[in-house]
């Protein structure tokens, strides 16, 4: 820490020096923290056994064979390699330099090998049907968080996500059950997250209303709303009303056959392609189109976008609108992408989910993209832990994303600065 | 405003037209300040300027009046409770099967539909009142006044709660926590509740203060983070929810912790009679000492808000965080201790939950929604206290009356929660009811008379 630089200005706030210390410690402690994790897993726990990985289902053409490992052999093992990371970028850090991204990836790899080789040991773990839940799960999680880089690159913050996955997830039902037409559900699903959006829109930018009330109580507005007609109106005429058709998964012919990524990534249906389409048209709008370059000035200086002739509010307006059509569009997973019926509040939080995706992404596609799939695995892992009958309670991985986004605003993981004018309204002067 | 704000003088904020930062639109900033302006020139004005006649006369008394109720904000919550309603009853009615069923033949007899439609209608909102206020099918009185009893027994909840919100929301915070929060002071409530065998009363008091600390230290954690690292306590407290829910899930189904021994089902065992709030009408209401609490909670905050040096510092960092720090208050530590305060609120809630409501054990659902109704009630409120604790018996009743419209009607409850949200989003855009109304805009009016004004100026 540079002390000379205290004595030259009067400090009010003594954290305001913590900004000039160049090297952050932030990733070594982390370090220690989980091989730590996997020191007591490993002493205080010790599992017995040998953990089997499989990675491909009978019926695929080309099979890859099971990985077993004796499982507190590799745990300890993975201690090791855990600890000389650790010391390695410990060594990194006093020497002023940064940790590698290569090293973090790295570390989190291992510490996940060991982690699932000691709670599967003794059982098998169904490697592909893991990734594609975590993928499946992660669906409804991206869309929703597309919708929410969107709205808060525009500089309206939607809290409303929820909402948004719930009435398309409604409509779809409702539509789709009428004309016995998937992509009619499709589109009705669109349109009705489109509708939340409007209103969200309409409420922070007409009316200056302050968004995140308007999102609180959108959220609350379509609960009742959906609730009320499922309970009046759907759950008595059931067969006609709510029985969706799905959409069946599509296996894609070439990339399809590839061993792992084909079975995880290319046998789905077609919401999880429209999805890869997404994430990738709204990275390159956002930041290589002039679509994106709008979005963007709007939401980090609105005064500055009005100089130069962007009309601030119905920019921002058209864009919470999209946004809430692509949110919508994710709510279909929860029906017609699963064929299940509606059901009354039946996203369980995968709105919430999606924001912290949003946040933990740093507003980002991409990112957010990211910590939605890691979501998506961390949920989708507790379901396959409890299945061979997991070591960890189940809440405490379902409360994972919760903690990891608090971890992440708080600035302890990575820095999370949102848009500028996010959340304020724009009053023209 | 309902808030009693006395005028202090000199103080900074009394000029200030309310504190009401959290949904004061700013077109709107206060109607009373318009008019007084609006005098304050006219006067000024008056004896400089021959008065054209019939262009500046000043509005009769009654206009005046007329015209601050109808831009008043007052107007703008009757009135959005009442379009709310009527957005019920809508839903109701179309939903209906007799309505349905009358709708065939509209145009044949279209006095048919009418008439279902309001049966439909007054059907269930009779049964709403009678289920939330008097009931008129009982003999004697004492029945009939039972579900005013148990609008108050929902409202306290609400009530305790809201004042929660309403107190962060005047430090220009969003308490959206609120179901956290709850969960984790009736958990705490809860197991000193039915672990420990203390005296009566002394057992009471200790799990209700533990349980304030409970919510109070949960709550804490956002703030705390708010103050030292600037996260935004909305995300923070929406995913401390999640954490408080899944915590408490846990909990409840290990044994040892909260789970009822011999039992395999995530709840808790019965309350310790010591510890249960007494009932303040007779066993034969459910209404307990927990709503005297509420009124006290009142109270408290009222005169934490308006009378101490703590809520003036408070509304100061509410209305300009900048200026608040710049007059030497010590705005992070404010921002720690509204959320432990706000805290210690909705934990009151919870506790009169496990302590009053629900004593034969509970559930993870016992915060019951009412975390996120505390929101919606300290909206309609306005933030201030006397207007949280009206707005939590206008919940309150609509919650005892949905439980009875559903069981005689078989109107889903959730009507509720549209009527709720849609109360809460038209009084936070009074623009929008007073179009619907066809009211007139406050400001709209002084737009109207700065122009023979500037004419005047203009002419000297």
Same mark, same amino acid.
């Given at each position: 820490m540079s002390r000379t630089v205290e004595h030259h200005r009067v400090a009010p706030? /003594?954290?305001?020096? #913590? +900004?000039?210390?160049? +090297?952050?410690w932030k990733a070594p402690i982390a370090f220690a923290i989980f091989t730590l994790i996997a020191l007591a897993l490993a002493v205080f726990a010790p599992r017995p056994g040998e953990t089997t990985y499989r990675w !491909?289902?009978?019926?695929? #053409?080309i099979q890859v064979p099971d990985l077993t490992v004796p499982a507190m052999q590799a745990l300890w093992a993975v201690v090791a390699l855990l600890a000389v990371s650790t010391l390695y970028s410990v060594l990194l850090v006093r020497s002023k330099r940064r940790v590698p991204l290569w090293l973090i990836v790295v570390f989190a790899l291992l510490f996940m090998f060991g982690f699932l080789t000691w709670a599967g040991a003794g059982s098998s773990l169904p490697m592909i049907g893991l990734l594609f839940g975590s993928l499946s799960l992660a669906v409804p999680l991206i869309y929703g968080s597309l919708a929410g880089v969107i709205g808060e690159r525009a500089g309206v913050v939607n809290i409303a996500i929820e909402a948004q996955l719930l009435s398309g997830a409604f409509t779809a039902a409702v539509v789709a059950s009428i004309t016995g037409q998937p992509w009619l559900g499709l589109i009705a699903a669109m349109v009705a997250g489109m509708l939340v959006g409007m209103v969200l829109a309409a409420f922070a930018i007409?009316? *200056?209303?302050d968004q995140v009330i308007v999102g609180v109580v959108l959220n609350v507005l379509v609960v009742g709303l959906t609730s009320f007609f499922f309970s009046?109106?759907?759950?008595?005429n059931a067969a006609a009303l709510n029985t969706p058709p799905r959409f069946d998964r599509l296996h894609? /012919?070439?990339?399809?056959?590839? /061993?792992?990524i084909g079975p995880v *990534? *290319?046998?789905?249906t077609i919401i999880v392609y429209l999805m890869y389409i997404a994430v990738a048209l709204v990275y390159i709008g956002l930041f290589h189109t002039r679509w994106g370059l709008r979005v963007r000035a709007v939401g980090e200086h609105p005064q500055a976008a009005d100089t130069v002739g962007i009309r601030v509010n119905s920019t921002r307006f058209w864009n919470v609108a999209l946004a809430g059509a692509i949110a919508g569009l994710g709510g279909t997973f929860f029906t017609i992408g699963s064929g299940i019926a509606f059901n009354k509040?039946? +996203?369980?939080?995968a709105g919430f989910i999606a924001l912290a995706a949003v946040i933990f992404g740093q507003w980002d596609p991409i990112k957010a993209t990211l910590a939605a799939l890691l979501f998506g695995f961390a949920s989708n892992l507790q379901n396959t832990l409890s299945v061979i009958? !997991? /070591?960890?309670? !189940?809440e405490f991985m379902l409360m994972l994303p919760y903690v990891v986004t608090i971890f992440a605003v708080a600035g302890l993981v990575g820095k999370s600065r949102a848009p500028?004018?996010?959340?304020k309204p724009y009053i023209k002067s | 405003m309902s808030d009693p704000q006395p005028p202090k003088g000199d103080a900074p904020g009394a000029n200030e037209p309310d504190a009401d930062v959290a949904i004061e639109e700013p077109a709107a900033a206060s109607p009373e300040g318009g008019t007084a302006t609006d005098d304050v020139r006219a006067t000024a004005s008056g004896p400089g300027i021959p008065a054209e006649p019939g262009e500046v006369q000043p509005p009769s008394k009654w206009q005046t009046m007329l015209r601050q109720i109808a831009t008043g904000n007052a107007i703008i919550s009757v009135l959005a409770v009442v379009l709310a309603l009527l957005v019920g009853a809508i839903m109701i009615a179309f939903t209906d099967e007799r309505v349905q069923a009358a709708s065939g033949y509209f145009f044949a007899r279209p006095g048919d539909t009418l008439l279902a439609i309001w049966e439909s209608v007054a059907g269930a909102y009779s049964a709403l009142f009678q289920g939330s206020?008097?009931?008129?099918?009982?003999?004697?009185f004492l029945a009939g006044i039972r579900p005013l009893t148990e609008t108050l027994t929902f409202a306290t909840p609400l009530i305790a709660g809201g004042l929660g919100v309403a107190l962060a929301f005047r430090v220009?915070?969003?308490?959206?926590g609120g179901r956290g929060q709850m969960l984790i002071a009736a958990s705490v409530a809860g197991w000193i509740g039915f672990g420990f065998d203390l005296p009566w009363g002394i057992h009471m008091i200790v799990a209700l203060i533990g349980g304030l600390v409970g919510g109070a230290l949960w709550a804490g954690i956002a703030g705390l983070l708010k103050a030292r690292? &600037?996260? =935004?306590e909305v995300i923070v407290t929406i995913m401390l929810n999640y954490v408080a829910f899944y915590l408490v899930s846990w909990m409840l189904r290990t044994p040892g912790l909260l789970q009822a021994p011999g @039992? @395999?089902?995530?709840k808790t065992p019965a309350m310790n009679p010591n510890a249960v709030f007494p009932d303040l009408l007779g066993p034969?209401?459910?209404? =307990?000492f927990g709503f005297i609490l509420a009124i006290l909670a009142t109270i408290v905050v009222w005169w934490i808000l308006s009378r101490s040096s703590l809520g003036f510092k408070f509304r100061a960092v509410g209305i300009n965080p900048n200026a608040a720090r710049v007059a030497g208050i010590n705005v992070k530590g404010m921002y720690f201790y509204a959320m432990l305060i706000s805290g210690a609120l909705l934990g009151l809630a919870g506790v009169s939950q496990v302590l &009053?409501? $629900?004593?034969?054990g509970f559930t993870a659902g016992i915060d019951a929604g009412i975390g996120f109704d505390a929101i919606t009630v300290a909206l309609l409120g306005r933030s201030t206290p006397w207007g949280t604790f009206a707005a939590g018996i206008l919940f309150g009743a609509f919650k005892a009356g949905g439980f009875s419209m559903q069981a005689a009607e &078989? $109107?889903?409850?959730?009507i509720v929660l549209v009527v709720q949200s849609l109360i809460v989003l038209f009084i936070a855009a009074p623009p929008l009811v007073r179009t619907i109304f066809g009211l007139p805009q406050p400001g709209s009016k002084p737009k109207r008379s700065r122009k023979p004004d500037t004419k005047g100026v203009k002419a000297k």
């Open positions: 706030q /003594p954290d305001a020096l #913590a +900004t000039t210390v160049v +090297t952050s !491909s289902r009978e019926t695929d #053409a007409k009316y *200056f209303v009046q109106v759907l759950a008595p894609i /012919p070439v990339l399809g056959d590839i /061993p792992i *990534f *290319f046998r789905q509040e039946m +996203t369980a939080g009958g !997991s /070591p960890v309670p !189940s500028a004018a996010d959340g | 206020v008097y009931n008129f099918r009982r003999d004697d220009g915070m969003f308490n959206i690292t &600037g996260a =935004h @039992s @395999s089902n995530p034969q209401f459910n209404l =307990h &009053g409501t $629900v004593t034969t &078989g $109107v889903p409850i959730e």
